[in-house]
């Protein structure tokens, strides 16, 4: 049997949440203000298009710009990981905390660090990215093979080489990994933050929404952040494929 392609595949899921969405609907006879049928959500988006798209524009941005502060930070200190040994026992627990910590008990903080602008969205996005990036390109350092190692050694490779022509390379596949986490993960911090305190985004919108039982704009407005979400994963994900060849993907 031939294989769905990737967008086949999207919509057939699509098609068979909507089918189901509307058989509660139709089941439950619930109201419009508690559970919209999937028509509803759609004709609210087609009328409001141009309101959520100006708020969608600033979550993609927040988005954005997390990923790439949070993948920066990541590597970074996957790098000062396993080079500099000394620091390895004070930077390895900091890591652990950056998880250990729920996002929602940081956010305040933030917020009053940082104000209710932008910044802070894209700090809380870049917390939530840095773990997955930084724990898998490690991993990654720390399981270069043995043998290419001592190869490099008797060819005189300095620890510098060593990093730049064999552990990185062979920490690609698993910085890859670490990525697609990261832009799973990535809207998750831009729009806790919207939630906690903001006058814009796609999580503004949707607890304004909320606030005023406008439930389809609020379905509307999640319809709009998993798009982007999906966006984002399968763009990173069709990058690195480009990017890395060699890895077999399943």
């Not at 929404?209 to 979400?229: H, P």
Request: glycine share 6%; proline share 6%; with cysteine.
């Amino acid at each position: 049997m031939q294989k769905f392609s990737l967008l086949g595949r999207l919509l057939l899921i699509a098609l068979g949440i909507m089918v189901l969405w509307q058989l509660v609907v139709m089941i439950t006879g619930l109201p419009k203000f508690i559970l919209p049928s999937p028509l509803q959500v759609f004709q609210t988006l087609n009328q409001r298009i141009d309101l959520i798209a100006e708020h969608a524009s600033i979550t993609a941005l927040e988005i954005l710009l997390g990923m790439l502060c949070g993948c920066v930070a990541g590597f970074l200190s996957a790098l000062s990981l396993q080079m500099f040994k000394p620091i390895r026992p004070w930077l390895l627990p900091l890591l652990v905390i950056s998880q250990a910590i729920p996002v929602f008990a940081v956010a305040p903080l933030l917020m009053v660090w940082f104000g209710y602008g932008m910044s802070s969205k894209i700090i809380m996005a870049s917390l939530i990215i840095f773990f997955p990036v930084a724990a898998a390109c490690y991993d990654g350092l720390r399981q270069t093979p043995q043998g290419w190692l001592d190869l490099a050694q008797t060819m005189q490779a300095n620890a510098w080489q060593q990093l730049r022509y064999i552990r990185l390379p062979a920490s690609l596949p698993s910085l890859a990994s670490g990525l697609r986490v990261a832009a799973s993960v990535a809207p998750i911090g831009a729009v806790v933050g919207e939630w906690v305190g903001s006058s814009e985004g796609l999580g503004y919108l949707m607890l304004h929404a909320n606030a005023r039982m406008q439930i389809d704009l609020m379905f509307a407005s999640l319809f709009v952040l998993a798009l982007m979400a999906l966006i984002l994963y399968f763009g990173i994900d069709v990058m690195l494929r480009k990017m890395l060849p060699w890895v077999n993907h399943q």
